[in-house]
T-cell receptor, first 118, second 113 residues
């Protein structure tokens, strides 16, 4: 069965610090997809990034970067020079390529609450 | 702009009432999902649907049912609300396929008294 672990329940950083959110996953499939979502205080989850299991290239988007390492089953998310607007709950999620049903479920981690203090 | 809307942001109901939570998406997505979100437990899948009139149980379907009569609309029904169903309910939709991201609605915070 697939599983996603976000060991950090809450993190607080001072503005402009860098912060890394950890995500470790378990799956038996060789083809799978990893996602990060952001849930700001307003409540609506926002998709940030998707990575497939065959693409281990790191990704950078502005202050955000993602490090995918199959060897350690990790897909970590780093925010550089954090800002107050980054305060949110961040979820890592996993989707396997082969599902018994006609749809594809996302398995979410429990989330990491990031507080950026001015 | 893609959009998932939910009928209410906040809802207060009494124990034993029948509760309907409505979700509508305007993206012609095949898949629709209902989750509940509780502190410390993350998002847990209640039900999902991959086509009109098709539904599959998620991880915690007990006490809930769903209806999908039209592609754009997915309803979550609490047949007899109980206090342990007080939670944030999130609806999502996606295109078919494991690589497609889910788009979420703003959530409904349901309180059962």
């Amino acid at each position: 069965a697939q599983k996603v672990t976000q060991a950090q329940t809450e993190i607080s950083v001072v503005e402009k610090e860098d912060v890394t959110l950890d995500c470790v996953y378990e799956t038996r499939d060789t083809t799978y997809y990893l996602f990060w979502y952001k849930q700001p205080p307003s409540g609506e989850l926002v998709f940030l990034i998707r990575r497939n299991s065959f693409d281990e290239q790191n990704e950078i988007s502005g202050r955000y970067s993602w490090n995918f390492q199959k060897s350690t089953s990790s897909f970590n998310f780093t925010i550089t020079a954090s800002q107050v607007v980054d305060s949110a709950v961040y979820f890592c999620a996993l989707s396997e390529a082969y599902s018994g049903a006609g749809s594809y479920q996302l398995t979410f981690g429990k989330g990491t609450k990031l507080s950026v203090i001015p | 702009d893609v959009k998932v809307t939910q009928s209410s942001r906040y809802l207060v109901k009494r124990t034993g009432e029948k509760v309907f939570l409505e979700c509508v998406q305007d993206m012609d997505h095949e898949n629709m999902f209902w989750y509940r979100q509780d502190p410390g437990l993350g998002l847990r899948l209640i039900y999902f649907s991959y086509d009109v009139k098709m539904k599959e149980k998620g991880d915690i379907p007990e006490g809930y049912s769903v209806s999908r009569e039209k592609k754009e609309r997915f309803s979550l029904i609490l047949e007899s609300a109980s206090t342990n169903q007080t939670s944030m309910y999130l609806c999502a939709s996606s295109l078919s396929g494991p690589y497609n991201e889910q788009f979420f609605g703003p959530g409904t915070r349901l309180t059962v008294l």
